[in-house]
Structure formats: C-alpha cells, structure tokens
C-alpha cells in the first residue's frame, strides 16, 4: 500500500517562492528575495527548507522536443490481466525503463494505466508500442490516441496556434 504524502505547511512567502522558480528555476537566490519581498538570507532558508522538506525537488532544463526531433506525442491507455499488489509493482518497475514513456499514471477506470508517449514519428511509435509496451507484465490490451496539437503541457499554455 501506497503511504500518502504528507502536506507541506506553506505560508505565503513559500508559496511567492515556489511561483517565482515555476517561472524560473534559474535566478539567483538574491533576484528570488527581491521578486517575493525578502531579504537574502531569509530567502535562502526558505529555499532550503523547501527544497529538505521534499516540495522542490529538483531544478532542470526544459527541452523542446520538436527541435530534437520528437515531437509525436500518444497516449496509451494499458489494461493489465493482473492488478494484484505484486503484478502491478512488476509493471511500475518495467515500464520505467522505456525512455519514450514520460508519464505513467494508474488510473481508476476501465484501463488501469495512461501512458504519455513520445518518439519521432507514428512509425517509431508503433514498434515502441509493440515491442516494448505490450511486452511490459501483464499487459493484457492497449489502445492509443494521438496528439494533434499540444495546447498546454507541463504547466505552460501555448501561445501560438498552428492555422
């Protein structure tokens, strides 16, 4: 069983930092005190807190997929011939090891499992869906559904639209 998360007491100072390094996680700590109206060192704690309590988990760059090339997005929803505690660990463990799944989420529906897939193209979508997707434990079907156009992701709404 799965222990749910313990809740993070924020006050608004904490909430002003998380909102300011969601926008960009690059500036420094001294441009972060001024942007949310502290000072230096007050800030840092803060920061640090945040970051030792597990709420910032991390900073990292944000690729643009299309300009590597992957810019083909599907979802796969999985439904499993097994949902017992053990197949699905099986499962989590397996499908964390395809590079081209970028989501995995368990759900409570019809399928058991959506998928955020993304490759280059349908064709390389097609073999991963075939040879390592269905080849996960317990996979008993798939069914998929292309992206047409991106609208938001990733807390980021799109600006432009293709016409």
Do not use: W
Not at 4 to 10: A, R, S
Not at 65 to 91: M, N
Not at 94 to 116: G, P, Q, T, W
């Amino acid at each position: 069983m799965v222990n749910p998360p313990q809740i993070v007491d924020l006050d608004d100072f904490d909430r002003r930092i998380i909102a300011a390094l969601v926008e960009d996680g690059r500036m420094t700590v001294t441009d972060l005190a001024d942007a949310v109206g502290l000072s230096k060192t007050p800030c840092q704690v803060r920061l640090k807190r945040l970051q030792q309590a597990g709420v910032i988990r991390g900073f990292r760059a944000i690729i643009d997929p299309a300009k590597l090339g992957l810019d083909h997005i599907a979802f796969t929803e999985v439904k499993l011939s097994d949902t017992r505690e053990a197949a699905l660990r099986e499962f989590n463990a397996a499908v964390r090891r395809i590079a081209e799944v970028e989501e995995c989420h368990m759900l409570a529906s019809n399928f058991d499992y959506l998928l955020k897939v993304r490759t280059a193209d349908i064709r390389r979508y097609r073999i991963v869906l075939g040879e390592k997707i269905s080849a996960l434990p317990h996979v008993a079907s798939t069914s998929t559904f292309v992206a047409m156009e991106t609208v938001m992701e990733a807390g980021h709404r799109r600006t432009k639209s293709v016409r």
